[in-house]
């Protein structure tokens, strides 16, 4: 059973920044890719961002390219979200999960919820302007 555990979320204001950490438990977090999704009331969970098992490739949503950046450590089963620059929108609860393909052919493959089998408890990101 695997298990991830967000945190580093809080309160900021416009403009501000946060780094989101995501610790999964196992020994083969190294062989699996990990994506950042949020979820907004009333919304939908969206795709925020992916990063290959190896960290060799990252992917993101239009809405934080340029702003957000997914890295990972795998001596520390960790992976990481750092949040520049930050707007009202991107209020929202942000989760980690694995993804299930180790190799990405289209972007459905990392973008789609579907794509990823094991999630965290999220962790609240709410924004100010």
């Known amino acids: 059973q695997v298990q991830l555990v967000e945190s580093g979320g809080g309160l900021v204001q416009a403009e501000g920044s946060l780094r989101l950490s995501c610790a999964a438990s196992?020994?083969?977090?190294?062989?699996?890719?990990m994506g950042w999704f949020r979820q907004a009331p009333g919304k939908e969970r969206e795709f925020v961002a992916a990063?290959?098992?190896?960290?060799?490739?990252?992917y993101y949503a239009d809405s934080v390219q340029g702003r957000f950046t997914i890295s990972r450590d795998n001596a520390k089963n960790t992976v990481y979200l750092e949040m520049n620059s930050l707007k009202p929108e991107d209020t929202a609860v942000y989760y980690c999960a694995r993804n299930i393909y180790h190799t990405y052919l289209t972007s459905t493959y990392y973008r789609a919820p579907a794509s990823y089998d094991y999630w965290g408890q999220g962790t609240q990101v709410t924004v100010s302007s």
């Open positions: 990063i290959t098992n190896n960290g060799g490739s990252t």
């Open positions: 196992g020994r083969t977090f190294s062989n699996y890719g």
